[in-house]
């Protein structure tokens, strides 16, 4: 199996300092992305205040069962990308590459639940506030409480689909043995990036579908 | 040792590779830097001609040349061009991008190719902009606040996103400015021997990666309400309007000090070097940049105190502001000592910093005044703020950009402009400057509230006197502009290190070879050792 | 010295209780500023030219690096400078809260912002458009609703402001200390015609004001462009005794009789009131009548009964919808015109006019 050389940038010096570069990037960039999701934190904090009786109205449409078992398939997915990160170190990149691959179908699947809820939604008419027609409308926080569900789920829905792609070209690179014990910063910072998304589902389950 | 500077075997960076494509695609961050510059000399003009038609059409209390629709689009447009097409790029994207590598001895910054990306998606995001204007403009002013932006009938929805894209663009330049400051600092270059110019992009960075992404957040909230219909902040379905107002100013505060950070940069380095002194105090300077990001972020209630926001609120925000006009005070008066006992050269850009002197001193003082709160409530929204925050961000950081660009024009592009030229287009602006504003401050006293395109009569002579201004200003900054671009063609060749700066930058030779240093230099001292001989400086910043 | 500073700062007049209070401090900020910035930039342009290097040589090198700032010296700076801003904070902290809390007992007048003009209910039914009532001398607090965007509203003359926020209520309050007028402006951009979104304070004497309550009407819908501005009550001088005439001006203002009848001997859609009482004039069915009290009376509850001849059967009746006090007001205004001449080489343009009933009338020019 032929090993491809580091390709070390020139304006670094040593790998050792390429790597730390864009280990620090990754979690710089990690930070910058907190603050996106703190803002809609936020605003979920300060609706909430204003309408806790509503709120409820509008979380009761979400389904337990379903965002549980999506929690608990992205907290796995997260395991097998740690497991990842921990073979294509050892050199094992075959190993790594398949569980990459077996995280990325543990994406998909929380996407097809989430997409199962979000078709249920619709026929039930558990809308954002615009797109209600006024006649059936329920209360004004009850509509905010959907509002955000929507806009939260769909933006960290995205991040799942960028976390899968990085996770795909992460594993592609390491079936094809471009990535092992000399390089394995691509799948590091994948995996981070797969955590950032976890931990921010891990904030969301709580506050759509446990505290109805 | 080359006396023509390190690396000055090799041809220069605009003369390494030729061909169009060899710009388009460079990964070389003095080639970017200068793609920037273009643009964000562009995008000026465009703010300036915007700008201009809007003091031209309040020359009289009615209609002078354009109608209320056209009015209100303009000075929506002028503000999102020039807030974020220029005031947040040009001084790091250009400068920054171009000297910060050379300061710290590096070859490149950490990531070319996501530098050179950070270009694209910035002329992608002004592509949308600009789109959106001729789609039907936007005429909600750069605040886009809600409800009026979510109803108003005009191309909001791509003007948010436009906004929203140019957020990305930035927040990948300070990404690769901070990874740049802290791994690729040339040998024996401590955090305390980093040039003061990369201590206040670096603040300027970190600003910019934690509030950026709430700007993008809300911006995107609003084109989903005005495009879609989601309706989060609509006051129908029980959303609060005023929530928007405040992760808007929670960005937006902050991005303040996103544009005038990097001018006490320009201006730290522009002091030292015509003075030919280590700064009065480099501690002072350096954390003083931190403080600012810092507290920065916990500042923006200051915008809301007739919002409705409750007094205590609004108590703890005036106070916190005030902390912030401290720590650019320290700056100040360190830089005013730095001047005593100096061997000063009366430069261009020593010129822009007496400027900047005067109307920084002013317009963040009357920020001071703008967070007392009892008086906020008599000036909120109205010409005293206009002509505030003008003194902070034309006279602040176009000024030091103006310095900037003199000051670095040599390392640049190895030419020297004509100093005379200089020095009078330098003394046009600031008049320009003093008459286009002064009299907004005392508008605003008078009562006038911004964004009124018809006026009662008896604030149409000091109007015009605004206007007046602004006119000079404008052609003044036009003779700057065609000074330099002479210099461009016909200036004296400039030696590698004209001004006998101490500054890593100027190591190397002027304009820097491709890769800027053959070997990473090793640095034993500190840019601003000017006890030390040229030579004995040279030496201790071994490049080869 | 207050009123020299104000003029150079180009302040307005302060019209309010808290107004020169404020603009004390106004001065102390703007003082200090203006000294700061100058003193600042003396001191470095002096430095500039003291050091200046002379003849190209750099004297400045090759010599000791300067003794840094003294540290007590920087630590005076910043005390200082604290000290100054923390005096400016207490100050305008504490004026912030007393322009913030109304006294007890202060008038409740209720304010409604709408794309583009502010409407005014007071306590006891009456309501205005664009022009505020109010009593000098007594706390007014004004409480703040918009119907459509955000507004703000604005009297520099007494140094208040705050916004109406759509789905909230916010208050302000003032006290006006004597009768006079004063400016309104909207001060959050609100949609295309945002700048002409003004308005009037009318400050009335109290007896004045309560005179105004008992005879302001509950609002009519007005036609044509009365409603955005009504420009006889607005111009009304308020330091004049408000006589029955001028209840009259107010009473025809806003029941809508200006848009057809004329004060000042102008041609209009309905016959001017100028010199028409105690005239006789033609009448459409035949015969003459002499304009009395009683005639205007009647024309008002049935104005078809007698119809002047030359002008068309338009007038809606206001039988039941005026009370007895304005009806009265009216004919007092009419008779006070009794010697008022049409205006030598008077005339008016044609154009389009809606009457108050509603209908589309075209109006010939009338040339002199």
């Not at chain 1, 790998?15 to 864009?22: G, N, R």
């Not at chain 1, 109205?57 to 796995?76: C, E, P």
Request: include cysteine.
């Amino acid at each position: 199996m032929p090993v491809r050389a580091v390709e070390l940038a020139e304006q670094f010096e040593t790998i050792e300092k390429q790597e730390h570069a864009a280990r620090l990037a990754m979690w710089v960039f990690l930070g910058s992305e907190t603050l996106l999701f703190a803002g809609l934190f936020a605003l979920y904090a300060a609706y909430r205040v204003m309408y806790p009786a509503d709120f409820h109205q509008a979380l009761a449409h979400n389904d337990t069962v379903l965002g549980t078992v999506n929690t608990v398939v992205l907290i796995t997915s997260s395991f097998t990308v740690a497991l990842a990160v921990h073979y294509v170190r050892e050199d094992k990149s075959r190993l790594a590459a398949l569980l990459l691959g077996l995280s990325v179908a543990f994406g998909m699947t929380f996407l097809v639940v989430k997409f199962v809820e979000y078709a249920d939604h619709i026929h039930h008419h558990a809308l954002p506030a615009g797109m209600y027609t006024m006649a059936n409308a329920p209360p004004a926080g009850a509509v905010m409480g959907q509002t955000l569900y929507w806009f939260m789920t769909a933006l960290h829905g995205l991040h799942v689909v960028a976390g899968m792609i990085m996770l795909g070209v992460a594993a592609i690179g390491c079936a094809r043995r471009r990535y092992g014990r000399h390089r394995f910063i691509i799948v590091e910072n994948s995996g981070l990036y797969w955590h950032l998304v976890d931990i921010v589902w891990i904030f969301l389950w709580p506050l759509f579908y446990l505290v109805k | 040792m080359d006396p023509r500077g390190v690396g000055a075997t090799h041809p220069d960076y605009m003369r390494a590779e030729s061909g169009v494509r060899s710009w388009l695609l460079t990964k070389d961050h003095k080639r970017i830097a200068l793609m920037f510059y273009g643009a964000v000399i562009t995008f000026l003009m465009l703010g300036g001609i915007f700008a201009l038609i809007l003091r031209t059409e309040l020359l009289t209390p009615e209609t002078t040349i354009i109608d209320p629709m056209t009015y209100n689009q303009m000075f929506t447009l002028h503000g999102v061009t020039m807030v974020w097409l220029f005031l947040i790029p040009s001084i790091p994207a250009v400068f920054g991008n171009f000297v910060l590598p050379l300061m710290l001895g590096a070859k490149d910054l950490a990531f070319p190719r996501i530098n050179l990306a950070s270009f694209y998606v910035y002329v992608a995001s002004a592509i949308i902009i600009l789109t959106a204007m001729v789609l039907g403009g936007a005429d909600t002013g750069w605040t886009f606040y809600v409800p009026y932006s979510s109803t108003s009938p005009t191309a909001v929805t791509w003007m948010g996103i436009g906004i929203f894209v140019n957020g990305v663009s930035s927040i990948m330049t300070a990404l690769n400015f901070v990874v740049t400051t802290h791994t690729l600092r040339a040998q024996g270059l401590r955090w305390h021997r980093l040039p003061l110019f990369v201590w206040a992009i670096y603040g300027t960075s970190i600003i910019i990666l934690f509030a950026t992404p709430v700007l993008g957040l809300s911006l995107l909230l609003v084109a989903a309400d005005h495009g879609l219909g989601l309706g989060i902040f609509d006051p129908r379905y029980g959303g609060d309007p005023v929530l928007f107002q405040h992760l808007f100013w929670f960005y937006s505060h902050p991005a303040v000090y996103i544009m005038i950070l990097p001018s006490f940069a320009v201006i730290s380095e522009v002091v030292c070097t015509f003075s030919q002194r280590p700064p009065a105090s480099y501690r002072a300077i350096a954390y003083s940049s931190l403080g600012i990001a810092f507290i920065g972020f916990f500042t923006w209630g200051h915008h809301m105190f007739v919002a409705g926001m409750s007094e205590w609120d609004a108590g703890v925000f005036g106070g916190l502001s005030m902390f912030v006009a401290i720590f650019s005070a320290i700056k100040v008066f360190t830089w005013v000592a730095t001047l005593r006992g100096g061997s000063i050269a009366f430069s261009t850009p020593m010129l822009y910093f007496l400027w900047f002197l005067f109307l920084f001193v002013f317009g963040g003082m009357t920020g001071v005044a703008v967070a007392t709160q009892s008086l906020d409530v008599h000036w909120h929204d109205g010409y005293f703020v206009v002509a505030h925050f003008h003194f902070i961000m034309v006279g602040g950081a176009l000024t030091a950009f103006l310095a900037a660009a003199h000051y670095w024009f040599p390392k640049m592009f190895g030419k020297l402009y004509d100093e005379r030229v200089g020095l009078l287009t330098s003394v046009a602006v600031f008049i320009g400057f003093v008459f286009t504003f002064l009299p907004q401050f005392l508008l605003g006293n008078a009562g006038m509230p911004r964004r009124y395109y018809s006026y009662p009569p008896h604030f149409q002579w000091l109007n015009v006197l605004s206007t007046g201004g602004a006119w000079l200003l404008g052609a003044g900054l036009i003779l700057a502009l065609i000074n330099l671009v002479v210099a461009l063609k016909w200036g004296r060749r400039a030696g590698p290190n004209p001004w006998g700066s101490r500054s890593f930058e100027w190591i190397t030779s002027s304009p820097p070879s491709k890769h800027n240093f053959d070997v990473t230099p090793i640095i034993e001292r500190t840019p601003y050792d000017y006890h030390l001989s040229e030579e004995d400086a040279r030496a201790r910043s071994r490049a080869s | 010295m207050n009123e020299l500073l104000r003029r150079i700062l180009f302040l307005p007049p302060q019209a309010s209780t808290v107004a020169a209070e404020i603009d004390g401090l106004h001065y102390f900020v703007i003082i200090v500023t203006m000294l700061g910035a100058v003193a600042v930039t003396l001191v470095g342009g002096y430095f500039l030219i003291r050091y200046r290097r002379r003849f190209g040589r750099i004297v400045g090198t090759h010599r000791k690096p300067p003794s840094p700032i003294p540290f007590w010296t920087e630590v005076m700076v910043v005390v200082g400078l604290f000290g100054i801003f923390i005096t400016w904070w207490v100050i305008g902290f504490r004026q912030y809260m007393r322009l913030r809390v109304a006294p007890e007992g202060a008038l409740e007048i209720y304010v409604t912002g709408k794309q583009w003009m502010w409407k005014f209910a007071y306590p006891e039914g009456a309501n205005s458009i664009s022009t505020l009532y109010v009593p000098a001398g007594r706390p007014v607090k004004l409480i703040l609703a918009s119907r459509d965007v955000i507004h703000s509203f604005f009297v520099p003359d007494f140094r208040v402001k705050q916004d109406a926020v759509p789905g909230r209520l916010t208050t302000m309050w003032f006290e006006a200390k004597e009768p006079g007028r004063h400016d309104i402006y909207c001060t959050e951009y609100c949609g295309v015609s945002h700048s002409t979104m003004r308005g009037e304070v009318v400050v009335l004497s109290p007896a004045d004001y309560e005179r105004w309550l008992r005879g302001a009407a509950p609002e009519q819908q007005l036609a044509g462009q009365v409603a955005e501005r009504p420009a006889i009550v607005g111009r009304y001088s308020p330091a004049e005794p408000i006589s029955m005439v001028r209840q009259g001006e107010i009473a025809a203002s806003q029941l809508g009789c200006l848009r057809c009848h004329s004060l000042d001997g102008s041609q209009h859609l309905g016959p001017t009131w100028a010199g028409m009482y105690g005239s006789t004039v033609p009448l459409a069915q035949g015969g003459t009548v002499f304009v009395d009290e009683a005639y205007i009376t009647e024309s008002i509850m049935d104005p078809m009964a007698k119809l002047h001849a030359g002008f068309q059967p338009i007038m809606p009746s206001y039988f039941g919808s005026m009370r007895p006090a304005e009806s009265a007001a009216i004919v007092e205004l009419i008779k006070s015109l009794r010697d008022v001449r049409p205006p030598p080489g008077g005339g008016l343009p044609g154009g389009i006019v809606i009457t108050p009933n509603g209908t589309i009338e075209q109006v010939p020019e009338v040339k002199p």
